[in-house]
């Protein structure tokens, strides 16, 4: 394909094309017709040299060729569209919807603070949390239907940008009125508690705590599993349950004795992770900023 004949609806048909493998699909997100989008493709093959998609048993599948070309084009669709946004951007009248993928504790730690330092100086943005999904995360990301995600570093695609936010640590929590609050926690007491953990897939009675006591020859005991900190936090409150959680969940401590696990237990990183496609544009820079920004001025209380 020379220059002087590149047709930026080439592009933007076979974006659609590889990100819904149908052609009626690709139409309705174009909102042209399916025969102007058979015969886009036409065009494509003929500038490529390349059947680019062929018949598949559910749609069409890309070739080799048209897998090549998938990154390469969405960073030259995101490269003009950040080209043609107006320079100036005033966050106070400045209107889009910003999604972002968030696990239960990042909801709580992160876009909680966010929001809340969002809303005064953008009222108009619309913040759009989603469920993590790794498997698609880098997929959903292409397709324009999420800007930003928040996991750990193990979790993000080697392809997209990203930025640390925190080193988050754990701490032991229970309640006041809990018959071992008023002495410290020595590892033997910790040992013969009844504790709750979080498992994300459900179901799971084990995590790193029980790694490091199986390494000295030691055991507790597991009683609940949940998926969900909130939802631990609260039988916390509510019964005699103790429980390890990362301290930025704790920004009010009203009735729990919060203090530090008598053995060491990893922490973990979070970041901001994005896509290429949204790199360069300034509206979404501003807005990494500011939740990098809320994340640096949230304050954990808890004094171990």
């Known amino acids: 394909m020379q220059l002087r004949n590149l047709d930026l609806n080439l592009l933007k048909a076979f974006d659609a094309l590889i990100d819904e493998l149908n052609v009626t699909k690709a139409a309705e997100r174009l909102a042209v017709t399916q025969p102007a989008v058979s015969a886009t493709l036409n065009r494509l093959r003929d500038a490529i040299g390349d059947p680019l998609f062929v018949r598949a048993q559910r749609g069409i599948a890309p070739t080799e060729r048209a897998l090549e070309l998938k990154a390469p084009i969405k960073r030259i669709l995101a490269d003009i569209e950040a080209l043609i946004q107006p320079t100036s951007f005033d966050p106070a009248t400045a209107a889009f919807t910003v999604t972002l993928s968030a696990t239960d504790y990042a909801l709580r730690a992160v876009v909680v603070p966010f929001v809340a330092a969002l809303r005064p100086v953008a009222p108009r943005i619309r913040i759009s949390v989603v469920q993590a999904n ?103 409150h509510s019964s005699d349950l103790v429980a390890l959680v990362p301290a930025r969940l704790l920004q009010d401590t009203t009735g729990l004795k919060v203090q530090a696990p008598p053995l060491e237990v990893s922490g973990f990183t979070k970041i901001l992770a994005w896509h290429a496609r949204t790199h360069a544009d300034h509206r979404q820079q501003w807005v990494r900023e500011q939740l990098v920004r809320a994340c640096g001025q949230l304050s954990v209380q808890t004094t171990l």
């Open 134 to 236: 790794g498997p698609v995360l880098m997929e959903r990301m292409e397709r324009g239907e999420l800007d930003m995600a928040l996991v750990t570093p193990e979790l993000a695609p080697l392809d997209l940008h990203s930025r640390t936010l925190f080193e988050e640590r754990y701490v032991c929590v229970m309640r006041n009125q809990h018959p071992a609050a008023p002495r410290p926690l020595t590892l033997e007491t910790f040992c013969t508690l009844d504790h709750g953990i979080v498992s994300l897939q459900g179901g799971g009675f084990a995590g790193p705590t029980d790694d490091a006591l199986s390494r000295r020859g030691l055991a507790r005991k597991v009683m609940v599993s949940v998926p969900s900190f909130g939802m631990l936090l609260d039988m916390v």
